[in-house]
Structures are given as structure tokens and as C-alpha cells.
T-cell receptor
């Protein structure tokens, strides 16, 4: 079983709609969770971090964490073509980030 | 936000040569720097963790004699790929942390070994 699992996609989302990305992790001791956005050929860019159960909103992004279910998600509201990228879920375990394989999001005009 | 730079952004070298990649934290002191490698269509794989003034800790399967890491100051870490071969061609990315949970990534270095 992979440490951090994500659906690879691609997730096709109409412009203006909500993109919903999911991530599960295996280490119950994890306390810090991150979402990175990576454009093709570029390095990851941190877009959200979340540490406690519940929702955290930042602009058009909302991260949701449920430690009991070992589940973290990312919602992108009012999706724009510029949101087309691969979204990486990362979990901090013993000081090291463990990455999921990433979900490719394609926002169609 | 925290800024991390990498140099060079792209390098092409002949098989058997060595290549050095620099990673700098520009506006904060990085107590820990991480080196990742990413092959096409794959996620980031951690190669090693380095703390300023200490020897790097390598992940299982990563040859420490082939990938030399130096973290001489709180703002600079270098990765040297020694005797590079075509299979070492990849996207190498560093990240830096000030000791808090977040890591900030450099722009990456694309290495092509002919």
C-alpha cells in the first residue's frame, strides 16, 4: 500500500465549476498535510497547508482534513484554465514529505 | 513568501562527467534542505536530507558516493552528480525548510546526460 494515495486523473472540470481532489494516507501519526500545484516542467508550488481537522479556506481553495478517516481533500472553486496542473498531496512523516502521485486537473473553457 | 533558487536551471553533459547543482534560500535561513528527483510522469522522490554542517542522510537506494551533498551554510546546499550516466537524466529539485513544517521548493534543474 502506498503511503499517500491520489487518483491520477485526469480530472476534467468545466471553467467556473468546482474541482474536488482527494487524498488518503496511511500513517496515523501524521500531523501536517500539504497541497502543492505543479505545472508541467516546473517545480511544485505550495498552495495550502492544514494541520487540524476541519476546513481551511484560502481564496478559491479549501482544504479539508479528517484524521480519523486519514483523508485530506482540496476544493478549487470557480476553476480557471490557469488551474490546469497536477496537484500533489503531501504528508509530513518524521520530518520528511511523502508525496502522492498527483492528480492532473484539466479546466476546459 | 520564502524564495528558493537553483542553478543551473538546465544542464546537458556528457556521460562520465560530474555536474554540480546549487540550491539557495534567498530570504530565510534553511536549517534543513532536501533534494528530490522527478522522472517524467512520476511524483517527487526524496533523495536525501541535509542539515547545515552535518552529513546528509540518504534515502534507501540512493548512492551517497554518486550524489554528493554539501550543506555548508544556512543558505546554500549543493548536489554533485558524479560520473553521470544517461539514466541519471532527470528533474532535480531542492527544497528548504526553516525548521517549521513547510518546505519551499526551488525551480528545479533539468539534467540531460548524453
Amino acid at each position: 500500500q502506498k503511503e499517500v494515495e491520489q487518483n491520477s486523473g485526469p480530472l476534467s472540470v468545466p471553467e467556473g465549476a468546482i474541482a474536488s481532489l482527494n487524498c488518503t494516507y496511511s500513517d496515523r501519526g501524521s500531523q501536517s498535510f500539504f497541497w502543492y500545484r505543479q505545472y508541467s516542467g516546473k517545480s511544485p508550488e505550495l498552495i495550502m497547508s492544514i494541520y487540524s481537522n476541519g476546513d481551511k479556506e484560502d481564496g478559491r481553495f479549501t482544504a479539508q482534513l479528517n484524521k480519523a478517516s486519514q483523508y485530506v481533500s482540496l476544493l478549487i472553486r470557480d476553476s480557471q484554465p490557469s488551474d490546469s496542473a497536477t496537484y500533489l498531496c503531501a504528508v509530513l512523516v518524521w520530518g520528511k514529505l511523502q508525496f502522492g502521485a498527483g492528480t492532473q486537473v484539466v479546466v476546459t473553457p | 513568501g520564502a524564495v528558493v533558487s537553483q542553478h543551473p536551471s538546465r544542464v546537458i553533459c556528457k556521460s562520465g562527467t560530474s555536474v554540480k547543482i546549487e540550491c539557495r534560500s534567498l530570504d530565510f535561513q534553511a536549517t534543513t534542505m532536501f533534494w528530490y528527483r522527478q522522472f517524467p510522469k512520476q511524483s517527487l522522490m526524496l533523495m536525501a536530507t541535509s542539515n547545515e554542517g552535518s552529513k546528509a542522510t540518504y534515502e534507501q537506494g540512493v548512492e551517497k558516493d554518486k550524489f554528493l551533498i554539501n550543506h555548508a551554510s544556512l543558505t546554500l546546499s549543493t548536489l554533485t552528480v558524479t560520473s553521470a550516466h544517461p539514466e541519471d537524466s532527470s528533474f532535480y529539485i531542492c527544497s528548504a525548510s526553516s525548521g517549521l513544517n513547510e518546505q519551499f521548493f526551488g525551480p528545479g534543474t533539468r539534467l540531460t546526460v548524453l
